[in-house]
């Protein structure tokens, strides 16, 4: 298993007393990148600074965006966590074992936590490779945001620790397609298909873009796989009609 060092996304976090948490707790497992999408208290924050403790450097580094999808644009592997149910298609893991093989196939990776009222949303979802829960008793699945990211982030402390010199001929991780490329193109299928009325009945609309979001997310698809996907959907939208 290779080293890994992922960021951290907070997507709309409601206290910074909690961003100020989290930063400390990713100190504390050596993770340093975290990322800010719509928090709700101002920022910068003296409270988040103040809850960081000694990680302050990390609250001085987050980068704040307003969507997610800006937030995820640069990265090839996006997991998000949720313990809610989904009914989506997406492959959920529970087990940090398997789901860390993924790693070494992908160079920027990137981990999402949601709101502390609510969790991720299904659009939020969309934008994500797969899905990892953290295991709990039945009767209380709710984890503090803090905390959970402090659980992630303990076991990937855990698994470099165990990570080897020896040297394995992983793909190449420059290879695969960011979000921003990926996203790029679903933006486009999803016009298109819209122009073609697609998209029927329309109150199914939102579960359909669902799916399309998550056939493409399974593939990890490399560059050279997007191109000719390119190639392919402009060769069928320039057919002659017949």
Sequence with gaps: MKRINPTIILVRPQLAENIGMTARAMDNFGLSRLYLVNPRDEWPSKKAENSAKHAKSIIKNVKIF??????????????????????????????????????????NIAILFGPENS???????????DIYTIKTAKLNKSLNLSHAVSVFSYEIFSQNLKSTKIKKKYEKTDQKVTKSELFNFINVLNDDLENKGFFNPSEKKDSMIDNIYSIYNKMDLTKKELNMLWGMH?????????
């Design 234 to 242: 402009k060769k069928l939208k320039n057919l002659p009609k017949t």
């Design 119 to 129: 969790g991720l949303s299904n659009q939020d979802l969309r934008l994500a490779n």
């Design 66 to 107: 307003t969507n997610l999808e800006e937030a995820t644009s640069k990265f090839n592997l996006v997991i998000a966590t949720t313990n809610r149910q989904r009914f989506l298609t997406k492959k959920t893991y529970n087990n940090f074992n398997d789901l860390s093989k993924k790693f070494n196939n992908f160079k």
